[in-house]
């Protein structure tokens, strides 16, 4: 691998493009050992626990025959490898397996639960970044001073407010005291609302729990987004700009935002397992009818293939995700592929 | 060969003077740590959080399991934080939940501490093969959804306080040992580092005289963190119902508020807010060493 790349290297400046591609390669083909890491942790999870599954179906005291049925109809009859291959095979073909409680596909059941997840979570992210991104800059334009500071403390303890807390606090201040918005669900109940009503009361509801949920991704990027001006502010292209008699205002901006943004979009794909964690507890809180409503409602079943399926679910997309940004992140800054 | 040199002392394999200044630069960060007003306060909230957790319950000598009030009674004089639905005194269960989580998360910590550092001191060191296996190991347990690995195994196996721990600290690790692997890859190639090698210190000698205290400040900084992280994710656990359902903890106290958020706002607010003071004690601490070490 190394020989390869020095190799490349070997052949110049002018192939950038080819250890860029080399980069790519490289970097797809690693996430194979980590979903099939995600497989195997999610199979020896089902083989491990005590119980049976059946059982928790079928009842006690059943029909031996009902039982063997019950068991071969799930391929729980099998040798342990053998359900293991069966258990790729058929994770490889998309197929999650079947709901105990509701009997028809998992991955069907977490695709329902997919749109109301987004909503929050790219709600939540868009509200983060419109907000964090000029309260960055704010700070970043006199550090330490008593702007900076204030907003550094706040920043800090939104960080360390618990989601399902701040949830809660937001219900108490603006649903339940003020009365602006509502308390729980995705829509109005009974509301029978189509088109641009439809929209707007969903709307609505999502304001609260986005913003409970973006707490703390708005804390994360402001404090991204300072430390990272404050460095860019400190170099070189940066004197040169001042001393062209640029103002201040404009060099901070235009000269030193673009490049201190990069690392945003890092952090923000490596933070998608906290969103989603986060996600699951203001759900719960809200009545939001996404996959953490969904992951506590299995719970209360025991529905093994739907948790399983959702941890699989939701390792892959954090993976592919992470994929995505690192190559984004190569795209706009070549040293990546490099180093 | 490497045996056959005796009695190595770290004198001989420092030049004279690296030890007392790199001894100074760890104490000084510490110092000017707390001399920032982050650290100060962070310090403060530590010990408001220690006091609450570790020495109010001597104090606080209501049974918080004890029916001790009328039912949902905003706080007064006698329940100062008010009492919940089946009238148990709430200050009494924040004081005494206190404990519980903090000494959860102390030893998810302790057990993360452990297998991040020596598998990021491993990866650092060897290199090679072993390198790109640990950090194949430490993608895949880091792309893991904790709050949701959790909750399967307390669905599988049932609640209880040993699980939760080993599997908050099984799945903590990564980050911890990214970040030490990373800082052992930047020092493994400097000079004094070298110098010990080429004196003939043992490879052991090397990790753990040599390495690990020159990688400690930026894994400090990380265990803070961690501290803060593994709190919130306790929390969020007991929150959810998936905690010990024999020990009080403050995610529980917010998360049996839930029914009650029109009546007794009270119930939600006061373990809520003791969760947040814990959890920024340790993020201003975190936050102050780093400043302190020259970052920001």
């Known amino acids: 691998m190394h020989e390869l790349r020095s190799f490349v290297a070997l052949r110049g400046h002018g192939d950038l493009l080819s250890v860029t591609r080399w980069y790519v390669v490289r970097r797809t083909l690693q996430i194979v050992p980590t979903v099939l890491g995600i497989v195997l942790i999610a199979f020896l999870f089902v083989h491990l626990a005590p119980g049976d599954p059946v059982m928790a179906v079928a009842g006690e005291h059943g029909d031996p025959a009902y039982y063997a049925f019950m068991r071969e109809r799930f391929g729980l009859d099998q040798s342990v490898p053998r359900q293991l291959l069966t258990y790729l095979a058929r994770i490889a073909r998309g197929d999650l397996g079947t709901s105990y409680v509701q009997g028809r596909s998992t991955l069907a059941i977490i695709m329902e639960r997919v749109p109301a997840t987004a909503l929050l979570g790219g709600t939540a992210l868009l509200f983060a970044l419109v907000f964090s991104l000029p309260l960055g800059v704010v700070a970043a334009r006199h550090p330490d001073s008593a702007r900076d500071s204030t907003i550094s403390a706040v920043a800090l303890t939104l960080f360390s407010a618990p989601a399902f807390w701040l949830a809660q606090m937001v219900i108490l201040c603006f649903a339940l005291g003020l009365r602006i918005f509502p308390v729980q669900g995705m829509t109005t109940a009974g509301s029978d609302a189509t088109g641009v009503h439809h929209v707007l009361d969903i709307a609505r509801h999502v304001l609260l729990p986005a913003v409970a949920l973006g707490a703390q991704e708005l804390a994360v990027l402001v404090r991204l987004t300072r430390s990272g001006l404050i460095d860019e502010m400190g170099r070189d292209h940066i004197r040169t700009a001042r001393a062209k008699g640029v103002r201040e205002i404009v060099v901070l901006v235009r000269h030193a935002f673009p490049r201190a943004l990069a690392p945003t979009i890092t952090v923000v794909g490596a933070r998608m397992g906290h969103l989603l964690a986060g996600a699951a507890v203001v759900e719960v809180v809200f009545g939001w009818p996404g996959l953490g409503r969904l992951l506590f409602s299995a719970l209360e079943t025991r529905d093994t293939p739907v948790l399983l399926g959702l941890f699989i679910v939701i390792s892959f997309s954090v993976v592919v995700v992470n994929l995505a940004t690192d190559l984004i992140h190569a795209a706009i800054d070549p040293r990546i592929a490099l180093g | ?296």
């Open chain 2, 1 to 296: 060969m490497r045996q056959s040199i005796p009695a190595l002392h770290s004198a001989d394999l420092v030049p004279a003077r690296a030890v007392p200044i790199v001894a100074l630069q760890r104490r000084s960060a510490v110092a000017a740590a707390l001399a920032r007003p982050a650290g100060r306060t962070g310090l403060g909230l530590l010990l408001v959080t220690l006091t609450l957790a570790v020495v109010a319950p001597a104090f606080v000598r209501t049974d918080p399991f004890a029916l001790s009030g009328s039912p949902l009674a905003p706080p007064t004089y006698a329940h100062p934080l008010g009492t919940d639905a089946l009238g148990r005194d709430l200050l009494s269960g924040v004081v005494h939940a206190g404990g519980a989580s903090l000494l959860i998360a102390t030893a998810v910590v302790l057990v993360a501490v452990a297998c991040g550092a020596s598998i990021g001191l491993l990866a650092g060191y060897r290199g090679g093969w072993i390198d790109d296996a640990l950090s194949r190991a430490i993608e895949l347990f880091q792309v893991m959804p904790r709050l949701f690995v959790v909750a399967i195994v307390v669905a599988l196996f049932g609640p209880g306080v040993d699980r939760v721990v080993l599997t908050l600290g099984l799945t903590s690790w990564p980050i911890l040992a990214r970040v030490v692997r990373n800082e052992v890859l930047a020092t493994r190639h400097i000079e004094f580092v070298v110098a010990a090698e080429a004196l003939g210190a043992s490879p052991t000698y090397v990790v753990w005289r040599v390495l690990l205290p020159s990688v400690l400040p930026s894994a400090a900084v990380m265990v803070g963190l961690l501290f803060g992280q593994v709190l919130l994710t306790e929390a969020s656990l007991g929150f959810l119902g998936l905690g010990d359902p024999n020990t009080l903890s403050w995610g529980l106290l917010v998360g049996e508020s839930r029914g009650f958020l029109r009546t007794a706002w009270w119930l939600a607010v006061f373990p809520g807010l003791a969760i947040t003071v814990a959890i920024l004690a340790f993020n201003l601490l975190a936050d102050a060493l780093s400043a302190a070490l020259g970052g920001r």
